[in-house]
């Protein structure tokens, strides 16, 4: 096998395995689909450059996810005026993306579910990244400071405030 | 000590970490236990709504706020602005060593002027008519009377 097919086929492979997880995590920092599509496809494409270029061995999980968290906060900082336009979230029901009220929408029910993607949405940046590697994306604590480039001080910091924000807009459920 | 541990130290458990003293405490304080339980489940709960629930659609500003906002962005601009200009125009000012000049002043300096004008204004109205007056007796008067004419003028 040609070193070119080599390189198309890991590219293939590592696409097909952290696409959507990659995917997922552009939605949830920018907490905007349409935007998360546009980065997702660019932090791909920087992996296909990679795959052809690049000749030392990379752990390519991590480094995915840097480039990711990367380029949300490059997007972040270039689209300031959309996202302040698009900031204040009203959540009316006929906005949700998907169809139908989910497992946890019903759980929760759907003021809630409103209450708390909005404080997921406001959360400072940094919470919004800790929380979403260390709590959805499941990555240690040592792994989200390494993608972060934060002392796991200051990750389990940021860890902590972001859990009191999103347990404030449960409310009391016990 | 069998204090009820705070929602930190139940955190610090949830992820692992926490003193074996918080880990005992915790096996044995019911209370402390189902205050455990509710952080997990909530964390479960957060968790499964933002990994696989979806998303809702962000909602633009209303016009009226967006209106309101960029008002209030402008004049915080031209307030700036002038303020600025108003600073830049007292220094050039105080450069010129006029800096302590009041309405005051301007208001002395002005009259001040035309008083001046008006007086030079009589002295050259008596001195045409004298002019005048000399010239229907058919003489001419000394050029001497001009302070800047020449003292030797017959």
Same mark, same amino acid.
């Given at each position: ?5 080599e390189?198309?086929?890991l590219?293939?492979?590592?696409? *097909?395995?952290?696409?959507? &997880?990659?995917a997922r +995590?552009?939605?949830?920092? /920018?907490?905007?689909?349409?935007e =998360?599509?546009?980065v997702t496809?660019?932090?791909?494409l920087?992996?296909?450059q ?10 390519w ?8 968290v990367?380029?949300?906060?490059d997007r972040? *900082?270039?689209?300031?005026? &959309?996202?302040?336009? +698009?900031d204040?979230?009203e /959540?009316a029901?006929?906005?949700? =993306? ?11 029910g759907q003021e809630?579910?409103?209450?708390l993607w909005q404080?997921f949405?406001?959360?400072?940046a940094?919470?919004?990244e800790?929380?979403v ?6 990555c ?8 972060l ?6 990750v389990k910091r940021?860890?902590f405030?972001?859990?009191?924000r999103?347990?404030?807009a449960?409310?009391?459920r016990s | 000590?069998?204090?009820c541990?705070?929602?930190?130290a139940?955190?610090s458990?949830y ?11 915790l096996?044995?304080c019911a209370g ?15 968790r ?9 659609r962000?909602?633009p500003?209303?016009?009226g ?6 008002a209030?962005?402008l004049?915080?601009?031209a307030?700036?602005?002038?303020v600025?200009g ?19 002043d ?6 001040a002027a035309?008083?001046?004008?008006d007086?030079?204004s009589?002295s050259d109205?008596d ?5 005048l007056?000399?010239?229907?007796r058919?003489?001419?008067?000394c ?9 030797d003028?017959?």
């Open positions: 096998m040609s070193a070119a097919l390189r198309r086929t590219y293939e492979e590592l696409d *097909r395995a952290h696409r959507p &997880r990659i +995590l552009c939605r949830l920092l /920018l907490a905007d689909p349409d =998360a599509d546009d496809q660019d932090v791909m920087k992996l296909l990679a795959c052809e270029t690049e000749v030392r061995q990379i752990a999980a991590p480094w995915l996810t840097r480039v990711a990367n380029a949300c906060r972040r *900082r270039g689209a300031w005026w &959309r996202r302040w336009r +698009l204040h979230v /959540l029901e006929d906005e949700i =993306a998907g169809a139908g009220p989910s497992p946890e929408e019903r759980v929760l809630e579910w409103r209450l404080t949405r406001r959360l400072p940094r919470q919004r800790v929380f590697l260390r709590h959805v994306e499941g240690s604590t040592q792994d989200v400071s390494e993608a480039g934060l002392n796991p001080g200051s940021h860890l405030r972001a859990v009191h999103l347990r404030g449960l409310g009391d | 000590m069998n204090r541990l705070g929602e930190r139940l955190f458990l992820e692992g970490e926490g003193t074996d003293a918080d880990r005992t405490h096996h044995t402390c236990a189902t205050r455990y339980d509710q952080l997990a489940a909530d964390l479960e709960l957060v499964r709504t933002l990994r696989d629930g979806p998303m809702p962000r909602a500003r209303s016009s706020a967006v209106l309101w906002m960029t209030a962005a004049a915080t601009v307030l700036a602005l002038g600025r108003f600073e830049r125009g007292r220094a050039l000012l105080a450069e010129d060593g006029v800096a302590s000049l009041s309405l005051g301007v208001s002395t300096a002005l009259f035309d008083a001046a004008e007086a030079l009589v109205t001195r045409e008519v004298a002019s007056q000399a010239a229907l058919g003489e001419w008067p050029e001497r009377q001009d302070p800047l004419a020449d003292q003028c017959d």
